[in-house]
């Protein structure tokens, strides 16, 4: 029945990924405009930000949030032990909270697992969903466990909050803001294809793999950097990097309707994985550009409040924000200013999951 | 990774689906005792009501709960319209809101699909999920599009919200009390055997089928009557019949901590039902007792308020809801009342997803 029929013939291999997330997006939003206000319906943003907005007590936001993960789409069935799995399922959601401002208050996880799962594995599952939540104040209260035909489907919803003059949203960047990001990126992405290319494992050697696929399993979003932002109250727009620098910085830009520029000399690359990269004979900057799931955040800063940032950060944390680039006119789009001092469009395609 | 080890072996179909959310609900409970309170973690009750229970502002409690659909396990592939299918989707978890005595606000879905899906189809699936939120007053704020290596998967999450004094849990119910529902049993799950043999469909006629099919694709939860009845303060305990009327009252007993006797003749069984169970030779209070998804409401009344509850429902929805049991003491257990005197052990399991 969901099948497309033979004569429209359209189905979502076609349209991809995008296109398909926008369609939903202006169904559901044409039913519930944004400019009905909060007033009436709670909704303060819906689609399209890390996470909704919603208006709950007087001073206040909930937030919320969700992802779905596909064995064999999301992970490699046999790859990621169960526990690191659960750990990242729920940080991902958290760090979508975090990346606005707030803090992840509940969790309630959905299951679809085969009948032939282990007991033992999917006690280690909860076990990583839990103490990842527990490390950032937020409480699994709910969920649902199903059977599945084949393949585990992992579902985690967040629910946190944020005061309101602490919301940090996607869509407040300004010409003439500078593009920050906390750290390099490109590990996970590493990571990753070493998982998938065993002669490529040996290649690099046991320190850098272990190091890279480390990244991939257990990445470490950045809850306190996110925090000492929102307390700063100088960051204009804000993001977690799980799609890729430039795929990510598209989306900011489009949220905030302006341009941006990256600076191709300041994509900053995890040392790892430039390593996978030179022996797997890739760009480094590729990874960095189009490897999602580093989960450092993206940010836009006002020009006169990027030293405060960039101290405040480096002193509390060890780790100063790296510029990467600009907020500019719209008109001007998205480009990449090579070393060379030309510009090249940003090829703001990552990985879409619906078109191959 | 998931698979059971052939060491120790145990599988989830080996444990079953009870068994199951229970570890799971001690292994998340052992992290964020109840006891520590909703100071702590703003968690008033987590796992095991309809919804989670959650400290928001002043005077009100935040509700969240959530539900997962696997195509072939809870819906027949090309048998359900995708509208329907949203419908029913967003239906079950806003009545799990309504049956603590909730308005649902927010709604986050979030999708698995497989590339050949219909973009079509898509959208109706989600005119059906916009549909039903917006005529019980929720707004769809987020959710998560994915693709899916084989069958659809759907995940719904509601979030509501409830006035402290109106809060109606499963677990308030005490010996004396009444057992009501608000409607008769039985017709979704006779839905479902027809659409699974199509010679008894065509032995009850296309009348009955019709309406017996309606009832499974096109549910119709009493959000009414939950609103009325939480109004009323005169509710103890209450949930919605989701997984068939004997597991319900079981649930509810075991929540609250005490017994429960059923009577027999006085299981409602809808009139399709009846016809259905005739044409199948099957025991038409079988269909009320183990058939789920009709989400009427199994309510605790104390028999002081069943009179103001019966007459109340009875004039605003003229439907008058049914005494079919009682709740009496924890040691004399769950029991059928039989016509002839006898009491039988009530047969408390339901369909379990995991053993076959």
């Known amino acids: 029945m969901l099948k497309a029929s033979t004569g429209d013939g359209e189905s979502l291999s076609t ?63 046999g790859v990621i032990p169960p526990y690191d799995l659960g750990r990242k399922a729920m940080a991902s959601n958290l760090s979508d909270v975090a990346a606005m401002g707030g803090q992840p208050r509940f969790a309630l996880v959905s299951m679809a697992l085969p009948p032939s799962t ?44 944020v005061e309101e003059a602490k919301l940090v949203t996607r869509s407040g960047a300004r010409p003439g803001d500078v593009l920050l990001v906390t750290g390099p990126l490109g590990a996970a992405a590493a990571g990753l294809d070493l998982l998938r290319d065993d002669s490529l494992r040996r290649t690099v050697g046991d320190q850098v793999a272990e190091r890279a696929i480390a990244a991939h399993h257990r990445p470490v979003p950045r809850f ?33 309707g302006v ?22 004979g890739k760009d480094p900057v590729a990874y960095a ?35 990467v680039g600009e907020v500019i006119e719209p008109a001007k789009g998205l480009v990449m200013a090579m070393p060379d001092g030309t510009e090249r469009p940003l090829e703001a395609r990552g990985f879409d999951h619906f078109v191959h």
Not at 225 to 254: K, N
Request: hydrophobic content about 45%; aromatic content about 4%; proline content about 4%.
């Open 259 to 280: 341009g941006a520029r990256l600076f191709w000399e300041r994509v900053p690359v995890a040392s790892v994985a430039e390593a996978v990269a030179r022996a797997a």
């Open 118 to 161: 282990g007991a033992e594995a999917v006690t280690k599952l909860y076990e990583g969903l839990i103490d990842e939540a527990a490390e950032h104040g937020a409480t699994i209260v709910g969920g649902d466990v199903i059977r599945s035909p084949e393949g585990v489907v992992i579902n985690v919803t967040v629910i946190g909050d």
């Open 15 to 77: 349209l991809g990924e995008l296109e398909i997330v926008e369609r939903i997006r202006r169904q559901v939003t044409a039913r519930a405009p944004l400019g009905a206000g909060p007033e009436s319906s709670g909704v303060v943003f819906g689609i399209g930000d890390d996470a909704a907005v919603l208006r709950s007590s007087p001073g206040r936001y909930l937030l919320a949030t969700c992802d779905m993960l596909f064995e064999g789409v999301h992970f490699l069935p």
């Open 289 to 323: 550009l189009s490897g999602g799931e580093d989960y450092e955040l993206l940010l836009a800063v006002g020009i006169e409040d990027v030293e405060r940032v960039v101290k405040t950060l480096a002193e509390s944390t060890g780790r100063a924000p790296l510029q």
């Open 224 to 256: 306190r950097e996110a925090r000492l932002l929102a307390d700063l109250r100088a960051v204009r727009a804000m993001l977690d990097i799980s799609d890729g620098l430039a795929r990510d910085a598209a989306t900011l830009a489009r949220c905030s």
